[in-house]
């Protein structure tokens, strides 16, 4: 039976925006990205007949929960400042919604966005390498639905059972204190820096890692092609800094044109590579 290389477990999203609604979430582009990097790719998710069109996931096996609504997000800017508020959430996830096959994936990237899943399941996959972007464990809604720091009340109990945590101080909103909590509990930590690279934690020492100058588009997803390149080089290599290096040439080629053609192919990435070195 078909057994992915890389699976992501959490929402696909329906985004609002000016141009009306399409297809987001941390499973769509990190999935994407496995793919388009040469890995057998799936997801197992949760959606309703809302969801834009998941033509962009082709080549990606899906796993589908239906839902009434699909998990949806809008970005509203007010003085410049961006504002996000969560509308709808779709069906929470569990091991019983992953095939039994799919369960000894050599990655599993744990990537929730609204709190769909609990993190008792950081412990479910112990044949894989474990993966997790933290931020649908931090969120929580207030009464205008607007996006507000609350973490999973059991989050803290499971952190030893990630292998690799991808975050930025984003996802903490701004709490760098919090991001010294988890440092200390989790034995990989790569902090993402957007244009200035990326930070890694482990055996306590800290290494930055600079990325490629690159003239910005859109930056939508790049925190989650980042995380799928550096967890798939990771697993390949068991070297955070080579990984760090991959997967910053990987995110850095996605942010030059829009949406998710951008992201690039393994040939791509290894011509950066190839460039650089020269």
Same mark, same amino acid.
């Given at each position: 039976m078909y057994t992915p290389e890389y699976l992501t477990i959490g929402h696909v999203t329906k985004d609002n925006v000016p141009e009306g609604a399409i297809l987001g979430g941390t499973c769509s582009y990190s999935a994407l990205t496995a793919h388009r990097l040469?890995?057998?790719?799936?997801?197992?998710?949760s959606a309703g007949p809302d969801i834009p069109s998941l033509d @962009?996931?082709?080549?990606?096996?899906?796993?589908?929960? @239906?839902?009434?609504?699909?998990?949806?997000?809008?970005?509203?800017?007010?003085?410049?400042?961006?504002?996000?508020?969560?509308?709808?959430?779709?069906?929470?996830?569990?091991?019983?919604?992953?095939p039994n096959h799919w369960r000894d994936a050599p990655i599993v990237h744990l990537g929730a966005l609204s709190q769909e899943i609990s993190p008792q399941l950081f412990r479910q996959f112990p044949n894989s390498l474990t993966c997790v972007t933290i931020q649908g464990w931090l969120r929580g809604q207030d009464e205008q639905f607007n996006v507000i720091y609350?973490?999973? @009340?059991?989050?803290?109990?499971?952190?030893?059972?990630?292998?690799?945590?991808?975050?930025?101080?984003a996802?903490?909103?701004?709490?760098?204190?919090?991001?010294?909590?988890?440092?200390a509990n989790i034995g990989l930590v790569v902090e993402t820096l957007g244009s200035e690279g990326c930070r890694?934690?482990?055996?306590?020492?800290?290494?930055?890692? @600079?990325?490629?100058?690159?003239?910005?588009?859109?930056p939508t997803g790049a925190g989650d092609i980042f995380a799928a390149a550096f967890f798939i080089r990771y697993k390949q290599t068991k070297d955070p800094l080579i990984a760090a290096q991959f997967a910053n040439a990987t995110a850095s080629l996605s942010v030059g044109s829009v949406g998710m053609t951008s992201i690039?192919?393994?040939?791509q990435v290894e011509a950066r590579f190839a460039g650089r070195d020269q």
């Open positions: 040469g890995l057998k790719s799936a997801i197992v998710t @962009p996931l082709h080549g990606v096996l899906l796993e589908v929960k @239906p839902a009434s609504h699909s998990t949806t997000f809008e970005n509203v800017y007010r003085d410049g400042e961006r504002h996000q508020k969560w509308l709808t959430t779709a069906l929470d996830l569990s091991l019983h919604d992953v609350r973490a999973h @009340p059991e989050l803290n109990h499971y952190l030893a059972d990630i292998d690799i945590l991808v975050i930025s101080l996802d903490l909103f701004g709490n760098q204190s919090l991001l010294d909590f988890f440092v890694i934690y482990q055996h306590g020492q800290v290494v930055h890692v @600079p990325t490629y100058p690159e003239t910005e588009v859109d690039p192919t393994l040939a």
